[in-house]
């Protein structure tokens, strides 16, 4: 979506320049963001080296998000550029569904919510108004609601990544913030919005670039895919070997390993676009209708996702007592994503076009 909440909504009747390999890539990086969040639910204990290899390959799909978000921008606003227009857009149609779908839960953790709550866990915050404050800079109401803070800063940077296009500095920044993005990690609890955008910005850059030279790109991960899908597979392994399973959050400044996952990632995103793009005359319905409503996926999937650890402080929702897999994980994730699609078109029928400010869609 400019990622869900990040993706520029597309228009499949706009035939001339409409990609449904990045459409249906957009469906794809939904599964995977919703799976993320659904493998404490599905019982899933990471115990050998293939379930954390496994794990390795299926978290931080934001990654694919955000470079899709790249990638739109460029492909749809670049020659139809209005920074005003854009930010009124996105603040129309990300953030304020955003503080609508968070108050219910603010003032949840203000009042009644985990003790200690969660604002007095990681910042030591006694004050409502200073509480409140913090939940909407942090994201932390709901799991996946972090993104926002970050993805509004990165919106708010566009002048700048115009700047870049037209300089043709794309690769030049994006490279060192690669490096510099392996260092400092993502942050401890996703809490600080700063230090997320500068995780994710050199991925973002790579999708503008990526969209800026296709008759590059497209040929390149044609030719060498399943030279990137070992890579991957290789990265993920090594990872789980050495290192463990899943995003390694960190003080930005706090010196660690590098983070493998997101050079796996970048080559996963190339290997699944080349793979789509050998279908692009094809539409895939299920995937176009997962993209169509990603974005709105994305804001009501963690209601579903988030509560049954938050108020019943068990993850385990089905009882499987640590006997999931990634089987029982996949098959909870399509759950959530069905019971989120039709609660989202509910909506969407109730609330007509003002569904937008509501679930982004």
Same mark, same amino acid.
């Given at each position: 979506?400019?990622?869900?909440?990040?993706?520029?909504?597309?228009?499949?009747?706009?035939?001339?320049?409409?990609?449904?390999?990045?459409?249906?890539?957009?469906?794809?990086?939904?599964?995977?963001?919703?799976?993320?969040?659904?493998?404490?639910?599905?019982?899933?204990?990471?115990?050998?080296?293939?379930?954390?290899?496994?794990?390795?390959?299926?978290?931080?799909?934001?990654?694919?998000?955000?470079?899709?978000?790249?990638?739109?921008?460029?492909?749809?606003?670049?020659?139809?550029?209005?920074?005003?227009?854009?930010?009124?857009?996105?603040?129309?149609?990300?953030?304020?569904?955003?503080?609508?779908?968070?108050?219910?839960?603010?003032?949840?953790?203000?009042?009644?919510?985990?003790?200690?709550?969660?604002?007095?866990?990681?910042?030591?915050?006694?004050?409502?108004?200073?509480?409140?404050?913090?939940?909407?800079?942090?994201?932390?109401?709901?799991?996946?609601?972090?993104?926002?803070?970050?993805?509004?800063?990165?919106?708010?940077?566009?002048?700048?990544?115009?700047?870049?296009?037209?300089?043709?500095?794309?690769?030049?920044?994006?490279?060192?913030?690669?490096?510099?993005?392996?260092?400092?990690?993502?942050?401890?609890?996703?809490?600080?919005?700063?230090?997320?955008?500068?995780?994710?910005?050199?991925?973002?850059?790579?999708?503008?670039?990526?969209?800026?030279?296709?008759?590059?790109?497209?040929?390149?991960?044609?030719?060498?895919?399943?030279?990137?899908?070992?890579?991957?597979?290789?990265?993920?392994?090594?990872?789980?070997?050495?290192?463990?399973?899943?995003?390694?959050?960190?003080?930005?400044?706090?010196?660690?390993?590098?983070?493998?996952?997101?050079?796996?990632?970048?080559?996963?995103?190339?290997?699944?676009?080349?793979?789509?793009?050998?279908?692009?005359?094809?539409?895939?319905?299920? !995937?176009?209708?997962?993209?169509? /409503?990603? #974005?709105?996926? +994305? %804001? $009501?999937?963690?209601? @579903?996702?988030?509560?049954?650890?938050?108020?019943?402080?068990?993850?385990?929702?089905?009882?499987?007592?640590?006997?999931?897999?990634?089987?029982?994980? !996949?098959?909870?994730?399509?759950? /959530?994503? #069905?019971?989120? +699609? %039709? $609660?989202?078109?509910? @909506?969407?029928?109730?609330?007509?076009?003002?569904?937008?400010?509501?679930?982004?869609?």
């Amino acid at each position: 979506m400019e990622t869900n909440a990040a993706t520029p909504k597309v228009n499949p009747a706009e035939k001339k320049g409409f990609l449904n390999s990045i459409n249906h890539f957009r469906g794809i990086a939904i599964i995977f963001i919703v799976m993320a969040h659904c493998y404490r639910p599905a019982g899933w204990q990471l115990e050998t080296l293939a379930d954390k290899a496994w794990f390795n390959l299926m978290m931080n799909g934001t990654v694919f998000f955000v470079f899709i978000s790249g990638f739109l921008f460029h492909h749809v606003f670049y020659h139809r550029w209005d920074y005003k227009k854009y930010m009124k857009s996105k603040t129309k149609f990300v953030f304020v569904p955003y503080l609508l779908l968070s108050l219910p839960w603010i003032i949840w953790h203000i009042t009644a919510g985990t003790d200690p709550a969660l604002h007095v866990l990681y910042a030591d915050i006694d004050k409502p108004a200073v509480a409140a404050s913090w939940y909407v800079i942090t994201g932390r109401t709901l799991t996946a609601y972090w993104y926002i803070p970050m993805g509004m800063m990165l919106f708010a940077l566009s002048p700048w990544v115009m700047h870049l296009i037209k300089r043709q500095h794309l690769l030049i920044v994006a490279i060192p913030l690669f490096i510099i993005a392996m260092i400092i990690h993502r942050p401890e609890s996703n809490l600080n919005a700063i230090q997320s955008l500068f995780y994710f910005l050199p991925v973002y850059l790579f999708g503008v670039w990526g969209s800026a030279h296709r008759d590059k790109l497209f040929p390149f991960i044609d030719k060498y895919w399943l030279v990137m899908l070992v890579i991957a597979i290789l990265l993920a392994v090594g990872q789980a070997y050495w290192f463990g399973a899943g995003v390694l959050n960190k003080a930005a400044f706090e010196f660690t390993v590098p983070d493998l996952m997101l050079p796996q990632k970048i080559l996963l995103t190339l290997v699944i676009l080349a793979i789509l793009n050998k279908f692009e005359h094809i539409s895939i319905k299920p !995937l176009q209708k997962l993209a169509e /409503v990603s #974005f709105a996926i +994305y %804001f $009501i999937h963690p209601w @579903l996702t988030t509560p049954w650890w938050m108020i019943y402080e068990s993850p385990d929702l089905f009882g499987f007592n640590g006997q999931g897999n990634i089987l029982t994980t !996949l098959i909870v994730t399509m759950g /959530v994503i #069905f019971i989120s +699609y %039709f $609660i989202a078109v509910a @909506l969407k029928k109730v609330l007509s076009k003002k569904s937008r400010y509501l679930i982004g869609w």
